[in-house]
């Protein structure tokens, strides 16, 4: 019998996740003394991440997207508004399967000179598994290592006076929604 649940045609992912931050260092530039380098305390720091991922599978074993997230960051306090490039490897064409991933995009601010939205630039790499749960629907749970560097001012990253760089481990859970390919 003919699988038609194979990695192709259009896909939706979206997810929810968490990460916990296991380094901060921020970098602020003082006029007369020049770059100051600082290690943040990291105890409770942790973000909340909701994203979105519209995408096409290339070949069965290779996607591309393009994502849409918000991460709300907790000590110290700021959000995020990520766009990324989603890319996925897996390693089989079936129904289950293991996969890598790979997002890496700007994050956008908005709202204005007072929003807590941060400009800067998001890289995730990791690893998960795909499950089906019924026709053209499918879990996805996944592990990743989640590095942010992001701009306390109004400027982009390689000029602010003031960056911070977030790194930690994230674990996520999503649903994926196939539309099914041309045959």
């Known amino acids: ?8 045609g259009f896909f939706n992912i979206t997810r929810f996740g968490y990460i916990g931050v296991t380094n901060l260092k921020q ?20 973000a909340w991440s ?8 290339l070949f069965p074993s290779f996607s591309l997207g393009i994502g849409v997230g918000l ?10 508004l990520p766009i990324v490039l989603d890319t996925r490897f897996y390693f089989a064409d079936d129904s289950d399967s293991f996969y ?18 941060r400009k800067g630039m998001v890289f995730n790499i990791g690893a998960g598994y795909k499950f089906k749960v019924a026709n053209n629907l499918f879990l996805v749970s996944d592990i990743y290592y989640a590095h942010k560097t992001v701009s306390f001012t109004d ?7 003031n960056v911070i760089k977030a790194n930690g481990f994230g674990l996520s859970l999503g649903v994926i929604f196939r539309k099914k390919g041309i045959k």
Do not use: C
Not at 1 to 8: G, I, L, Q, T
Not at 31 to 43: A, H, M, P, V, W
């Open 1 to 8: 019998m003919k699988d038609e649940n194979k990695n192709v």
């Open 27 to 46: 970098e602020r530039f003082i006029e007369g003394e020049g770059n100051i380098f600082s290690d943040l305390e990291t105890n409770k720091a942790h």
């Open 50 to 57: 909701l994203q979105t991922i519209n995408g096409y599978f």
């Open 71 to 80: 991460d709300g960051y907790h000590n110290p306090n700021f959000n995020t």
């Open 100 to 117: 890598t991933f790979l997002n890496i995009g700007p994050s956008v601010r908005i709202g204005g000179e007072n929003s807590k939205f």
């Open 155 to 161: 400027e982009w990253i390689g000029t602010s006076d």
